[in-house]
């Protein structure tokens, strides 16, 4: 009976750490990426749109991964527990030590895959944030050349209408004029931005 028991510690003590070098893995791949995304030396955009979509992928694996990993370890902790209960003979003693062991060391997996998760919520939040510092940006970017080209524009498309009283239209300067309206109108609005700093 005994070699029996022997055996069956020995397969669920294989399993637990099966388990804890499966979190270790996941672990590691969080720690990747998490020095990825808060590398204090890279800009804000550095991280490619493809490589943020590929990392928010990894990440939901890796949190499927842990889900599956605490299910499975919350079960063996409660298996341990059972058979550590039910092993009260004292030439058990032994192996009721080894379940109680096993059982404990499943509720420290189990916490640590709780704390890699909340990890993992923490870099999907700020890639999140990354992503939409990004998009404002380049948000920040249309409205800007749209504030710039728009009024150049007006101007032009109003010289285009080609109408029969446009006095400035037979002026010697009135061609030049309306290039330098032009350009003020493109100029004064980009110097007033970058004179407030929203540039």
Known sequence: MLGTTAILTEMMEGLVNRASDNLGDAIADLDRMARDVFDPRQKV??????????????????GDLLSKLRDSLVSLRRLFNFLAADYTMPEMAMVRIQLQTLALDAEALIDHATFASQRINLLVDAALGLIGVEQNAIIKIFSVASVVFLP???????????????????WTFG????????????V????????KGWL
């Not at 101007?155 to 239209?169: C, H, K, Q, R, T």
């Not at 004064?188 to 004179?195: A, C, E, S």
């Open 152 to 170: 150049p524009t007006l101007i032009a498309s109003i010289y285009g209408m080609n109408f029969d009283v446009m006095p400035e239209l037979h």
């Open 45 to 62: 955009g550095a991280i490619s749109p493809l490589r943020m979509k590929v990392m928010l992928k990894r990440l939901g694996q890796i």
């Open 175 to 186: 061609y030049p004029m309306a290039l330098g309206a032009m350009v003020a109108s493109a």
């Open 188 to 195: 004064l609005p980009y110097l007033f931005f970058k004179y």
